[in-house]
């Protein structure tokens, strides 16, 4: 199983990026899918999960109401529409899948690369 994430880059204060996920190999499509994000000098932190049916979303509290995870599993794909982005939210951001949605890293088996975001004042 691989995933790659893709749609970081540079974005202002206040403005909104959507990070893509895909997932080749061994899919799992009926498995959880993650994003967690590391800024540096910090942890590891969870931000948004989602079921594989999409009935269920989990949001940090951080950014819950300006992130929107969502995902299609036609195209094997997560995505994480950002918005009204901050300069806390610069970090790089990883895709996750996993047999359960939820808040802790150790849910979720395999790990894409990550994308880096960086968000400026």
């Known amino acids: 199983v691989q995933l790659q994430a893709s749609g970081g880059g540079l974005v202002q204060s206040g403005g909104s990026l959507r990070l893509s996920c895909v997932t080749s190999g061994r899919t799992f499509r009926n498995y959880a899918k993650g994003w967690f994000r590391q800024a540096p000098g910090k942890e590891r932190e969870f931000v948004a999960a989602?079921?594989?049916?999409?009935?269920?979303?989990y949001y940090a509290d951080s950014v819950k109401g300006r992130f929107t995870i969502s995902r299609d599993n036609d195209k094997n794909s997560v995505y994480l529409q950002m918005n009204s982005l901050k300069p806390e939210d610069t970090a790089v951001y990883y895709c996750?899948?996993?047999?359960?949605?939820?808040?802790?890293?150790?849910?979720?088996?395999?790990w894409g690369p990550g994308t880096l975001v960086t968000v400026s004042s």
């Open positions: 996750a899948s996993g047999g359960v949605a939820g808040t802790e890293a150790y849910l979720y088996n395999y």
């Open positions: 989602i079921t594989w049916s999409s009935t269920g979303t």
